[in-house]
């Protein structure tokens, strides 16, 4: 059913439910907020904390659940254990710690004591001083913010302000439920997740600008017509671009998620959460934003029937 609105008619009348939208993402980042309080932080990987990362060869496939009892009996009750190709005898141990050259030899003693039926092998240890860690989480935070500032000023100079602030509100907001989701299902804040961020701010950025674009044509098209009207039939024009786009990036993103394997797990969901999120910021909070700041005086209800042409999505 079209929504018609003065000569302008579409399809869906997304602007409408802005408000909905808006207090449903509230409400995930007080869930989020009230999540940090009580699991007392993110769990983040030695990239960022400085540790060890192990990898282990066992001769016979591997109980992960006991292997899991025999590291944590040992001391290291928050190490973390993932399962390397499709063998089951070969696994990953991350660590926290300062360097310590003997590590090696006490999880080979402590996997012998716990695991003497399944010789295991110590294949390779990489260490991470936590010194760099916190250089990593810092560099980590200024790469972010950084890349919020540059692209605010790039559109705002090749546009106009607003819609430069309407996308890095998106942007923002699709970092935040990245890490609300991080803190609710306990996934490591690792490299590997910070590049999967940078990935969605990209998918994010590019559905905000198709859309953006399309408003700004129609804006100069649609002169006497409400902003709140044009932008709907903006979003309407380039839905089927917007859910082809995301369609086809979920696809692939899946196969990661059900193929990858723990290694490349925090990378895959947070990019399939990515699509998802960075579809739904452009359309309800860049455009709803963007329509919030700076409306010229008189455009919302100015309407002259009798020069103006229509524009339908069917």
Do not use: C
């Amino acid at each position: 059913m079209q929504v018609p609105s003065g000569s302008i008619k579409y399809r869906y009348d997304f602007l409408k439910y802005r408000f909905f939208g808006l207090a449903f993402s509230l409400l995930l980042f007080a869930i989020g907020i009230a999540a940090y309080f009580v699991k007392g932080g993110f769990f983040y990987h030695i990239d960022f904390t400085g540790g060890a990362e192990l990898r282990i060869s066992f001769e016979k496939t591997v109980d992960l659940a006991k292997l899991r009892g025999v590291i944590t009996k040992s001391g290291w009750k928050n190490a973390k254990i993932q399962e390397v190709g499709t063998t089951k005898r070969e696994v990953l141990i991350t660590v926290a710690g300062t360097p310590d050259s003997n590590l090696e030899k006490k999880i080979s003693f402590q996997l012998k004591e716990g695991l003497a039926e399944n010789k295991a092998t110590v294949k390779g240890i990489e260490w991470v001083g936590a010194e760099v860690g916190k250089d990593t989480k810092w560099n980590a935070i200024k790469a972010v913010f950084l890349s919020l500032i540059i692209l605010l000023l790039y559109i705002a100079i090749r546009s106009q302000f607003r819609f430069g602030m309407g996308a890095v509100a998106a942007l923002l907001h699709d970092v935040l439920m990245v890490l609300v989701f991080l803190l609710l299902t306990g996934e490591q804040v690792s490299l590997h997740v910070l590049a999967a961020v940078l990935a969605v701010l990209g998918y994010s950025l590019n559905d905000t600008i198709v859309i953006f674009s399309r408003i700004r044509e129609n804006l100069k098209k649609y002169k006497n017509h409400s902003e709140y009207d044009v932008i709907n039939l903006s979003i309407n024009q380039t839905l089927k671009r917007t859910i082809l786009t995301s369609v086809s990036t979920f696809l692939a993103v899946g196969a990661i998620i059900l193929l990858g394997g723990e290694t490349l797990r925090g990378l895959s969901l947070v990019m399939g959460l990515g699509v998802v999120v960075g579809t739904y910021s452009s359309i309800y909070i860049a455009s709803a934003v963007m329509l919030s700041i700076g409306k010229p005086k008189g455009t919302q209800t100015k309407v002259e029937a009798s020069t103006t042409s229509s524009a339908t999505i069917s």
